[in-house]
């Protein structure tokens, strides 16, 4: 999950001062969905769109709970 962070594949919001969650509509097959790099490319500071107001959503899952459910 974090290799796919680092590497802009993925969404990864805060949740709280260090952890992130990962929401879960950006995955098909257990992969990152096409084309989120680009998107991210996109957006001048991506860091100040990082406290969206759906942080507390059912279909954000930690990167524990994320990386089972992709095993």
Partial sequence: MHW???HDDVIALRSGARKHVFPLAQFVDGRPTLGIRQVL???PNPVAVDDPPFTSSK????HRNAARRLE
Avoid: T, V
């Fill in 4 to 6: 796919w962070q680092r």
């Fill in 41 to 43: 490319s996109s957006i």
């Fill in 59 to 62: 279909r954000l899952c930690s």
